[in-house]
């Protein structure tokens, strides 16, 4: 089984702050790190670390020293990045702030990150053989959209509208939307591309649009809807450290899950029960890849809970 990952790569420099500052003032840190972030390298560490199935990483870094370390921490992971392309720009970089609370502001320049807008024919062949294909929206639209019709044999794609603003256009959205199988959205991201308030509207709204929808509600879990049918997995209790790459740490693990399985709504239940445990380890944990749990942690958690406490309705 394999994934194929389309996005972002970022070097992630992270401040520990007491609070998160205010407009106009200067705070002093606690300690600073860097590690490998950005919301495509993200998800392709998490459905690495999910075990099973074979990863492979399409993006860009730029030449520069970021670039070779980010391509390495990647490699290191047994991630396939034949696909991953150096370009004239600087490599993309995170600015993150992350405060006692675990709450968090993220600065991005992309750099690199927005250099692609086609796929060369080796990055077109990793798609075409891929089991399940994830995109973000941190990359051109124009290399989401390329990848998801590279997508269009027997692999599921899955789109995390994350960042959702390119899909607040409604001719961008009405494009995309239909070449999608599976959308992760959060809340906020619900309701910015539904273009609604009310989240159970929204939900309505975006099912109506795409074969299966994920909307992850944090601390509520997520809730799953296949057509007429939907699930709520809930989420397991833990204190946060930090939330950086959670998301992309559910993405990932639930692109792996689904290389293995069809769209059929008790697969989708697990994929995303291993998806929230998975977080739930992240957010435990500092930084964005070097969270990412391995399968036998993800495992070791799972099997804590018991199946029942999946509701179904
Ligand atoms: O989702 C978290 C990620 O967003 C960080 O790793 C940062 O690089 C930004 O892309």
Not at 95 to 114: C, F, M, P, W
Not at 159 to 181: G, Y
Not at 281 to 296: F, K, N, S
Request: include cysteine; aromatic fraction near 2%; glycine fraction near 8%.
């Amino acid at each position: 089984m394999s994934v194929a990952v389309v996005g972002s790569v970022n070097m992630d420099v992270v401040a520990r702050v007491p609070r998160i500052p205010s407009p106009g003032e200067t705070l002093l840190a606690r300690s600073s790190s860097r590690g490998g972030g950005g919301k495509g390298a993200n998800q392709a560490v998490g459905a690495a670390r999910a075990g099973g199935a074979q990863t492979a990483f399409i993006g860009a870094v730029g030449d520069d020293a970021d670039g070779a370390q980010l391509r390495a921490w990647l490699e290191a992971d047994g991630i396939d990045v034949s696909g991953l392309e150096t370009v004239a720009e600087p490599s993309g970089v995170a600015l993150i702030s992350v405060d006692d609370d675990a709450e968090n502001t993220i600065v991005v320049v992309a750099g690199a990150n927005r250099a692609l807008t086609s796929l060369t024919a080796r990055q077109r062949a990793i798609i075409e053989a891929a089991d399940a294909v994830a995109a973000q929206l941190e990359v051109s639209i124009e290399l989401v959209e390329a990848a998801a019709d590279a997508a269009r044999g027997p692999a599921q794609f899955v789109l995390n509208a994350a960042p959702s603003e390119a899909l607040t256009d409604r001719e961008t959205a009405a494009r995309i939307l239909p070449k999608v199988d599976v959308l992760i959205v959060n809340e906020h991201e619900l309701l910015d591309v539904a273009g609604l308030e009310d989240r159970e509207q929204a939900i309505r709204a975006l099912a109506a649009q795409v074969p299966a929808l994920v909307v992850t509600l944090g601390a509520a879990g997520s809730v799953v809807v296949l057509g007429d049918e939907r699930v709520e997995v809930p989420a397991f209790p833990v204190a946060p450290v930090d939330t950086t790459g959670a998301g992309d740490t559910f993405c990932g693990v639930f692109a792996a899950h689904l290389s293995r399985g069809e769209l059929r709504l008790a697969d989708l239940a697990i994929a995303a029960r291993a998806a929230a445990a998975a977080s739930a380890i992240a957010v435990t944990r500092e930084g964005a890849q070097p969270a990412v749990p391995t399968d036998d942690e993800v495992a070791a958690l799972l099997a804590e809970e018991r199946p029942s406490e999946i509701p179904t309705r």
